[in-house]
């Protein structure tokens, strides 16, 4: 693709020739001289000297370079978009591969997929151009909408419900019982589970990530939310729209999550809490209790930022407060004592 | 079902018109006019006035209601049992699928169903009215009890054992190795992995969970211990019974934990300890060493519930006990000042 | 097996009669008249006395015991490959089950298996003496080298690439999308992760571990290293040789951990740092900058082990700290108040 067109195809502004054949996107040091490159941050600008790139996506602002430039407000996302535009997915041929189990009842769209081993329960629904791949299972009366991906050795338990351009990936279990129990004396009697779980349009779910259904109602993900692997959500729980929910995360059970809020890797999150909107949860913090909208938390139990800063801080020299500690205790009691002489 | 037979199956005390007709259990908030509702905490009650439920389960004691009562000492059990009531699960017809590969001796009871591409190795045996679903892989010899459970998408590992009305949900992978190397220099050799897992009665088992076989003799799990998703139970360890692990918890090699025993979400455990019956373990706590029977415990180190709440106030003081140390220290240098002019 | 042909093979020096027929090697409890024990360290050598071992593998140095011994600077080492004579894995016949769906271009070694219900995609390779299990999943063009063991239900998306005598536990997900998103206003747009994962050899990996493959060029596991269950791997992430991580720890993207370097039980590590050589990191640490080769760090944020020990141990006296602090401002206070008057 010439190098004007793609200017034009990803919104950004050309300095340069515009008539260069672009062959692909590369990271700046594997570039080769029929390549776009990207530079992430303004200090890699030096960088671009080694490099063989034929041209560069570079941020409106940053110094002029010595080669073909797409100008752009937002670099990252011009480069998401380039890498789509040279490396589309690649696509199975639509059709149920023969050795898929499908109930007579099952619905699948003529231009959907289904691998081979894969089986769809009674009353199961498949939207138009969706993939199923090989060896997902698929539970009685699940739909799944369009567009979507769903990678190999997926489980999605009964009922569940994806929306349109849901990708889901490997080894994540979608609607498996929540944990809930009732105490008879010592014993545990289990709580049937019979809700469901609800996932918005465009929702991206990690490998090997399990969100379990609702005891009664639904657990539901909003619209745009993105989950990454190993990441586990209890029964009832609600998370908003556009929310960024990082590897090994846990959520308990009926806990509710905002939009636009992030929880950075291994936090965990206890049940029945409320996060605000535009919260941001550090890594392996643990939060105990509610979060106003637009805090940024950090610590295991979760404090404000700030806070947290101030203790990490001090905790720091907490070796040498114990030892003027000890130096005042005894220039104080020869002070006393000089006093009592 | 009548609320009055509905009463006595559920062990409740009828407070109200036995005769009605109950066609459902549900949440306050959803419940019909045909529904069975149920409050988990008194202060709900007042919930009750907006809810067009038929009748509700009380604690004994909290105070009347406008409509027909089922009175017990533990609702939440009545709750559940009464879920259990109008929504069994939903059971395949016995029989092997016809694509499940089945060792020549491998041996299935009559009322036990196999789902499609299931796998069951030589000398497998599956009990009485067990369902193991699709695409499960059961190895070498395993043994599964009566009125089994096996999700999707599970792996059971030669040799392990499960006892009766065991659950295990989709993705869990028990009997892996155990994660054991000696060391030739920097060089790590593997120790095989020759023991096995037993899982005893009514365990239920979380999605995604792995459960290690032991290096030698066995890895168990004791009669009744839940088990949430996530969870990596290591080689050798050793569950009581009624013991509640919940999600993302990980008990390295070789450690005990005794029975009733709750450790919550995020919890590690090191490896050769042991933890004794009745302990409590707070959320994303770190145990490194023996747990005396009955304690609560919280913290990474995780110390005793009170110190660590004692800790943590003071933590939170610490910027202020810094101000004041060096107010002091500064006062102090004032007095010998004029002690010594 | 004699025990002077045992000794020979195990590298180790034969006190008592090499005569004596073993049939196995067992823990000390389990042991039996035929059975070679074990005895990890020497405050366990009065235990021997209750032991039906036969024969017992020791350290060089240790006192003599009452039985024929196998003596060596190594006993761990010696075990491993004792119980590799006498347990020897249990190995399927070569070939391709009749279930398994493989591409007309895939190459599958003549000596190599596929089980029942295993998928390969276009252009995959299997090398000579590699074992591929029940219901496997392996996508376009991945290559797996030789005398590797990829246990059922393990997904190897696209362009995975093995090295030789790898082994992959039953659930784990490698080569699935890197989480990477631009942000376009709110939304998240993804960042197609067209890179790939290389798995060096002797490389080892838990059940349900997720390694993503890169964003552009490829996440790398160096020879040798050993990765326990539920670890997450990044995009982009670089590992080096013999280095052990342990269950639940995850390594944020584009981060270098280097060689024969230990990552403790549900350690995280942020993006973009650089962990040296032959560190050491702490069950539950966090960490959150580049760490120097050879350090031990511990903590959350993860800082030196001394350091870390320190703070804890004046947390511990915190309580106590303040009561001093408050008595010293009184003291002071009376003090001050003397020479005032």
Same mark, same amino acid.
């Given at each position: 693709m010439r190098l004007?067109?793609l200017a034009?195809?990803l919104?950004c =502004?050309l300095e340069g020739d515009g008539?260069l054949e672009i062959g692909g996107v590369r990271g700046l040091e594997d570039a080769g001289p029929q390549d776009l490159a990207f530079l992430a941050q303004e200090?890699h600008l030096p960088r671009l000297a080694g490099s063989a790139a034929a041209a560069v996506i570079l941020a409106?602002?940053w110094?002029p370079v010595d080669r073909p430039t797409l100008r752009t407000?937002?670099p990252?996302?011009a480069f998401?978009?380039a890498l789509?535009l040279f490396?589309?997915?690649?696509?199975?041929?639509?059709?149920?591969?023969?050795?898929?189990? %499908?109930?007579?009842?099952?619905?699948?769209?003529?231009?959907?997929?289904?691998?081979?081993?894969?089986?769809?329960?009674?009353?199961?629904?498949?939207?138009?151009?969706?993939?199923?791949?090989?060896?997902?299972?698929?539970?009685?009366?699940?739909?799944?909408? =369009?567009?979507?991906?769903?990678?190999?050795?997926?489980?999605?338990?009964?009922? %569940?419900?994806? &929306?349109?351009?849901?990708?889901?990936?490997?080894?994540?279990?979608?609607?498996?019982?929540?944990?809930?129990?009732?105490?008879?004396?010592?014993?545990? %009697? *289990?709580? +049937?589970?019979?809700?469901?779980?609800? !996932?918005?349009?465009?929702?991206?779910?990690?490998?090997?990530?399990?969100?379990?259904?609702?005891?009664?109602?639904?657990?539901?993900?909003?619209?745009?939310? *993105?989950?990454? /692997? @190993?990441?586990?959500?209890?029964? /009832?729980?609600?998370?908003?729209?556009?929310?960024?929910?990082?590897?090994?995360?846990?959520?308990?059970?009926?806990? =509710?999550? &905002?939009? =636009?809020?992030? @929880?950075?890797?291994?936090?965990?999150?206890?049940?029945?809490?409320? !996060?605000?909107?535009?919260?941001?949860?550090?890594?392996?913090? &643990?939060?105990? *209790?509610?979060?106003?909208? &637009?805090?940024?938390?950090?610590?295991?139990?979760?404090? +404000?930022?700030?806070?947290?800063?101030?203790?990490?801080?001090?905790?720091?020299?907490?070796?040498?407060?114990? *030892? !003027?500690?000890?130096?005042?205790?005894?220039?104080?009691?020869?002070?006393?004592?000089?006093?009592?002489?």
């Amino acid at each position: 693709m010439r190098l004007g067109e793609l200017a034009e195809r990803l919104g950004c =502004r050309l300095e340069g020739d515009g008539g260069l054949e672009i062959g692909g996107v590369r990271g700046l040091e594997d570039a080769g001289p029929q390549d776009l490159a990207f530079l992430a941050q303004e200090r890699h600008l030096p960088r671009l000297a080694g490099s063989a790139a034929a041209a560069v996506i570079l941020a409106e602002g940053w110094p002029p370079v010595d080669r073909p430039t797409l100008r752009t407000s937002n670099p990252y996302l011009a480069f998401a978009r380039a890498l789509s535009l040279f490396h589309p997915a690649s696509v199975p041929s639509p059709g149920i591969h023969p050795t898929a189990v %499908v109930s007579s009842d099952a619905r699948v769209a003529a231009s959907a997929s289904v691998g081979p081993f894969s089986v769809l329960g009674p009353g199961a629904e498949v939207g138009a151009d969706t993939i199923v791949e090989a060896q997902v299972a698929v539970g009685a009366g699940v739909r799944i909408g =369009r567009g979507c991906r769903i990678f190999p050795q997926v489980t999605l338990r009964d009922g %569940v419900v994806l &929306g349109d351009r849901v990708t889901v990936h490997s080894g994540a279990v979608i609607g498996a019982d929540g944990f809930g129990y009732a105490r008879d004396g010592h014993r545990y %009697v *289990k709580i +049937p589970q019979i809700g469901r779980v609800v !996932i918005e349009d465009e929702v991206e779910i990690g490998a090997n990530v399990t969100i379990d259904r609702a005891t009664l109602g639904e657990t539901r993900i909003g619209r745009g939310t *993105k989950i990454d /692997n @190993l990441v586990q959500i209890g029964h /009832n729980v609600r998370v908003g729209a556009d929310t960024v929910i990082v590897a090994q995360v846990g959520i308990s059970g009926s806990t =509710r999550i &905002g939009s =636009r809020v992030t @929880l950075a890797g291994q936090v965990g999150v206890v049940d029945h809490v409320d !996060i605000g909107d535009d919260v941001i949860v550090g890594a392996q913090a &643990g939060v105990t *209790k509610d979060i106003p909208a &637009g805090s940024v938390v950090l610590g295991s139990p979760a404090i +404000p930022h700030g806070e947290f800063k101030r203790q990490l801080a001090v905790a720091a020299r907490l070796p040498e407060m114990r *030892k !003027i500690l000890r130096a005042l205790e005894e220039r104080l009691a020869a002070l006393e004592a000089r006093l009592t002489r």
